[in-house]
């Protein structure tokens, strides 16, 4: 109780680093368990970014193109290369609703998924050279299902185009193929190793990032590339 006390901030002074103030706080019980006597703790938060990822969500849903948008919340992690995490943000405005969207909530990650994809196919043997056909892709899904017919966000077809330039662009098509050339059990054998999802389903569409994970997750996940293939753990 006394570490809670000492942990939460003046009323007037909440705002996105509340955020990680109560996911340090649930992070505690898990370390610690129930205390009978006072602590002090000190957590890997830099101020200074967390106040800048602060200020850069609020200048962000105060533009007008975000509002046209109709978005109504936003979430971020940043994490040191040893996996610290130096600033949290789990939603817009901490007073109206205190759900953590960074560690809480699961999203479908979307193209932010397909390295792991290129990943998983480098470890295959393919080479950032490999030839990769950018071309329609249609795949049967079952009795009473339509045909899955993913396309490229520009609705064109590129022939066929090395992995490099398939990352780089963001190719749907591409990533599609590939994911079925080294089989889609091992793409998500990968997910599951670098900690995006434990219940990740074998799915054509997870290619394109169509499972579940939260923001942490990810964030940890880009992490490991970043270290080169070293597991970090927020």
């Not at 996105?16 to 006072?38: H, K, M, P, V």
């Not at 936003?74 to 789990?90: E, S």
């Not at 049967?140 to 077809?157: A, E, L, V």
Request: charged residues 25%.
């Amino acid at each position: 109780a006394a570490v809670s006390q000492a942990f939460a901030p003046k009323k007037k002074n909440r705002g996105a680093s509340q955020y990680f103030i109560d996911w340090a706080l649930r992070e505690l019980d898990d370390y610690l368990g129930a205390l009978d006597e006072d602590a002090i703790v000190f957590t890997t938060m830099e101020s200074s970014l967390q106040k800048n990822l602060g200020r850069i969500i609020a200048d962000t849903f105060a533009k007008p193109e975000t509002k046209k948008m109709n978005a109504t919340q936003a979430a971020a992690v940043i994490l040191r290369k040893d996996g610290a995490v130096a600033a949290m943000t789990g939603g817009v405005d901490y007073e109206k609703s205190r759900f953590n969207r960074a560690v809480q909530a699961k999203r479908q990650p979307g193209s932010s998924f397909k390295p792991f994809v290129y990943l998983a196919a480098l470890d295959e043997g393919f080479t950032p050279s490999t030839l990769i056909l950018d071309a329609p892709f249609v795949m049967d899904q079952g009795p009473g299902m339509p045909k899955w017919k993913p396309k490229n966000y520009s609705n064109r077809f590129y022939g066929p185009t090395t992995l490099r330039m398939g990352i780089e662009k963001s190719r749907n098509l591409m990533t599609v193929r590939l994911a079925k050339a080294i089989g889609i059990e091992k793409v998500v054998e990968y997910a599951k190793k670098l900690g995006i999802s434990d219940d990740i389903p074998n799915q054509m569409s997870i290619a394109l990032g169509s499972g579940e994970t939260t923001v942490m997750r990810l964030a940890a996940a880009y992490g490991i590339l970043v270290n080169g293939g070293k597991k970090i753990s927020p």
